[in-house]
């Protein structure tokens, strides 16, 4: 077994379960966010949602419904054990707004249409980097898990341009 630290009285064991524990805290949160906050402005930017209506929707996904998830992962954990659910919950919920919070700095001091293209390259590269940790942490082949998150992601994204993109077409 391999230790991470220098003074032998704070040691902690660095296993695979403990990695994957400590990507477990803000891992959905991450993941959440991402995927949450860049499906709302893809889609809602065919509409012609102005940058406020935009920042104001991203800013519900960052409290209320980031609240409602961290909730329902909270029940969840505690249903499964009491170990860690409440570090677990405020991890995801921090994770979820700064990542939202980021993504809303992008849209006040870019315009619009380049603030969409920074939140998706930095989703992107989250999504990719988280990937690649879990791959590293299972000794799964990182480039198969980081194109398989890559291209869900990608997916949902273009699924909510073409609602936005329908919408805007059929009651436009």
């Given at each position: 077994m391999t230790f991470a630290g220098i003074n032998k009285k704070y040691l902690i064991p660095n296993t695979p379960n403990r990695a994957m524990q400590d990507l477990s805290k803000f891992s959905f949160g991450a993941t959440s966010a991402v995927t949450s906050s860049l499906a709302l402005m893809i889609g809602l930017n065919p509409l012609g949602v102005p940058k406020l209506g935009i920042i104001g929707a991203l800013l519900v996904i960052a409290f209320a419904d980031n609240i409602a998830d961290s909730l329902g992962m909270h029940i969840y954990a505690e249903s499964k054990s009491k170990g860690h659910?409440?570090?677990?919950?405020?991890?995801n919920y921090l994770t979820r707004l700064?990542?939202?919070?980021?993504?809303?700095?992008?849209v006040v001091v870019l315009p619009l249409p380049y603030a969409i293209a920074a939140s998706i390259i930095f989703g992107l590269v989250v999504m990719a980097v988280l990937s690649?940790?879990?791959?590293?942490?299972?000794?799964?082949?990182?480039?198969?898990?980081?194109?398989?998150?890559?291209?869900?992601?990608?997916?949902?994204?273009?699924?909510?341009?073409?609602?936005?993109?329908?919408i805007s077409a059929l009651l436009g």
């Open positions: 659910a409440k570090l677990n919950t405020v991890t700064g990542i939202t919070l980021l993504m809303i700095a992008f690649y940790l879990i791959a590293k942490t299972h000794n799964m082949n990182p480039a198969q898990v980081v194109a398989e998150h890559l291209t869900v992601t990608i997916l949902i994204l273009v699924a909510s341009q073409l609602i936005g993109s329908s």
